[in-house]
Nanobody
């Protein structure tokens, strides 16, 4: 199982980006899916989470600007980011808890990260 993140880039303050994260491989179930970010000199921090039923949670710093969603049929998660600010500049990582069979438990998987840079 692997996660592949994409969609990062360079935008100006106030701009928008949409990140995608695809899980592929032998997948039986996916529970929580999350986006984390890590800015230079800072620890990796949770940005948004969505569970298998679609319930979402957001860090206060992105509430009202970011929207997390998922397409279970495509094993894909998205992060729509609007009104971006320079403080949003970071490498964004996707994370998911995935089970590969009915007999196995879930384990954590991480994507490779995608750079988001917001210029002032």
């Amino acid at each position: 199982v692997q996660l592949q993140a994409s969609g990062g880039g360079l935008v100006q303050t106030g701009g928008s980006l949409r990140l995608s994260c695809v899980a592929f491989g032998t997948i039986f179930s996916i529970s929580d899916m999350d986006w984390y970010r890590q800015a230079p000199g800072k620890q990796r921090a949770l940005v948004a989470r969505i569970n298998s039923g679609g319930k979402t949670n957001y860090d206060d710093s992105v509430k009202g600007r970011f929207t997390i969603s998922r397409d279970n049929a495509k094993n894909t998660m998205y992060l729509a980011m609007n009104n971006l600010k320079p403080d949003d500049t970071a490498v964004y990582y996707c994370h998911a808890r995935i089970g590969s069979s009915i007999l196995s438990g879930t384990r954590d998987y991480w994507g490779q990260g995608t750079q988001v840079t917001v210029s002032s």
